[in-house]
């Protein structure tokens, strides 16, 4: 079905236009590289004040509703970038397993975000020392950094991995 998909979408006038464009590639490339910085960016300093590693001064919520924005609003830019990117190059991007693996991810890592942001509007409290869920709020943390670390990799290797 996948298959199926690319092989009409590379066909597509709009598939055309960005593919038949070098520089509407670049741009897009270069803009989904600027938004991966300012997620990462937000996400260390989220997770490292989780950790307890900086940004003592501040409450956990505190930090986590001053940068989570950020973070929904980059990843915005890159959904539209890498949309740009999937139709340029359909078959590359859509039947590439680390592509597969960076999506499935990249809905972890936003789930994570988002239960952070949720839980925090109910108990500003919720991740900070002594809080009840301090030890959840470190396994999460780690893992988010483990997982958006991971996320730039794969996004990385879809250029040198080939497709299924």
Not at 2 to 16: C, E, G, M, P, R
Not at 39 to 66: D, E, P, W
Not at 118 to 129: E, H, I, S, Y
């Amino acid at each position: 079905m996948l298959q199926a998909f690319s092989d009409w979408l590379v066909t597509t006038w709009i598939s055309h236009l960005f593919a038949d464009h070098i520089w509407t590639v670049i741009m897009s490339q270069t803009i989904h590289i600027i938004g991966v910085a300012v997620v990462m960016i937000s996400v260390a300093i989220i997770n490292l004040r989780i950790l307890g590693a900086t940004g003592r001064s501040q409450s956990v919520a505190s930090i986590t509703f001053q940068f989570t924005p950020w973070i929904w609003w980059a990843i915005l830019v890159l959904l539209l970038t890498g949309t740009l990117q999937i139709l340029a190059e359909p078959a590359r991007e859509i039947m590439n397993n680390v592509m597969r693996i960076k999506m499935l991810l990249l809905i972890t890592v936003c789930g994570i975000t988002y239960y952070y942001s949720k839980a925090l509007r109910t108990d500003p409290n919720f991740l900070d020392v002594g809080g009840a869920h301090r030890t959840l709020g470190l396994s999460l943390a780690s893992l988010s950094i483990v997982f958006w670390v991971s996320i730039v990799v794969c996004g990385r290797f879809i250029a040198y991995v080939g497709a299924i």
